[in-house]
């Protein structure tokens, strides 16, 4: 693993040269420090398992995320010049955004300022800024596997959208090898390989978001899942430095990715195999319809609400201890797939975190078996 203040792995055009802050300088160069690599295979493992470690401890709605280095540094919101934002980033910021309008799950209170980058240059730009004035700053995507709490989000909400969403193929001999921005909607990523022909990538059939969310969840089904098909990855670290990862790096888990905390996945590269149309239409069509057949992909969810714990299914517990259609304000646990919450249309966050405490209190005292969530809690408290 290291830094790349180029920018990019050889033979992909898209900023060829650049750094994070377009010149190349130290500002782009990659992570710095003494002793122990922070990007490193062990750090990322240490940092990994204090989070799991104290993620299993609390339950599904309990405080407000884990403590970490990353976030000590943060200042009080007086403190926070967010109104020079608009100046820094012109037409890119908005103010007291609701984020149950940028959820998959329609819930959620507003976000103090919310900025879409449109380079990786402003992307590096606003994690700098923010460190410099100590406000935090949570990166989303689509918002398919985050839950908000009903007071929303204090700091910067930092979108990856369309207009980071590039992509570019290269073709050469039995592999396909496409360089991907995060931005990308994973919809238009499977469009594009129904053209082009490209195999690979028929497991993601129906799982809404963007391409960076779902490497950063490790999306994926029975077929396969991302973990399969990511060659190399590139992120803007805390620092705002350019990180390029191989993919005998990554730390992969189920569902989930081992990164530092505080970074943004900016670039994919994915690995395929050449194929025929025809044939990858299909097995995407055959992929959704086992999907539509089992799960609620029509209604207000964030997919599955809990992870599956090992050899077994989160739904088949739910199912066991007669949850299926039990109502919890305006959350309902789904009647078609019992790991599924849905939004009845006036959910708020605060339901949907009470119902999945239920759940998990249900699941232990039927089963003895603890579930933990899957679905990404951020927030604060109504």
């Given amino acids: 693993m290291q830094g790349n203040p180029a920018g990019r792995p050889q033979g992909c055009p898209l900023r060829e040269g650049q750094g994070a802050s377009g010149g190349g300088g ?14 490193g295979r062990g750090c990322l493992e240490a940092w990994g398992g204090a989070h799991r470690e104290a993620g299993a401890r609390r339950p599904a709605q309990g405080g407000h995320g884990v403590i970490s280095p990353f976030a000590q540094g943060f200042t009080r919101k007086e403190h926070w010049p967010l109104e ?4 820094l980033f ?28 449109g380079s990786v240059q402003e992307v590096a730009r606003l ?3 923010c460190r410099q004035h100590g406000v935090p700053w949570l990166p989303v995507g689509r918002g398919s596997n985050l839950l908000v709490r009903d007071g929303g989000i204090r700091g910067v909400v930092l979108r990856m959208g369309s207009a980071m969403g590039d992509w570019r193929a290269e073709q050469k001999d039995d592999l396909v090898r496409v360089w991907v921005q995060a931005g990308c909607a994973v919809s238009r990523l499977l469009r594009e390989a129904v053209r082009r022909g490209w195999d690979g990538l028929c497991f993601l059939a129906g799982i809404p978001g963007h391409l960076g969310g779902a490497v950063a969840m490790n999306a994926g089904t029975s077929q396969g899942a991302m973990e399969g098909i990511v060659e190399a990855l590139q992120w803007v670290d805390p620092l705002g430095g350019l990180v390029t990862c ?10 989930s990715l081992q990164f530092p905390e505080g970074s943004v996945i900016e670039e994919v590269t994915l690995r395929l195999r050449p194929g025929h149309s025809t044939e990858v239409r299909e097995a995407l069509r055959a992929q959704m319809l086992r999907r539509r057949a089992a799960q609620p992909l029509g209604a207000p969810s964030a997919g599955s609400i809990f992870r599956n714990p090992p050899g077994d299914f989160a739904g088949r517990f739910i199912e066991r201890a007669g949850l299926k259609g039990l ?15 849905l939004n009845r249309g006036w959910a708020k966050a605060s339901d949907v975190l009470g119902l999945m405490e239920h759940i998990q209190m249900r699941v232990a005292q039927h089963s003895g078996v603890h579930l933990e969530p899957e679905v990404r809690v951020v927030g604060e408290d109504g």
């Fill in 90 to 117: 012109p037409g890119r910021v908005r103010f007291q955004v609701q984020m149950k309008n940028l959820t998959t799950f329609r819930v959620g209170g507003p976000a103090d300022a919310l900025v879409e980058p």
């Fill in 127 to 129: 994690i700098q800024w």
């Fill in 327 to 341: 109502t919890w304000g305006g959350a309902m646990v789904s009647e078609r797939h019992a790991n599924f919450i």
């Fill in 84 to 87: 020079e934002l608009p100046e």
């Fill in 246 to 255: 191989q993919r005998r790096d990554l730390l992969f888990g189920y569902r």
């Fill in 26 to 39: 130290d500002e782009a160069s990659g992570p710095r420090g003494r002793g122990l690599d922070p990007w």
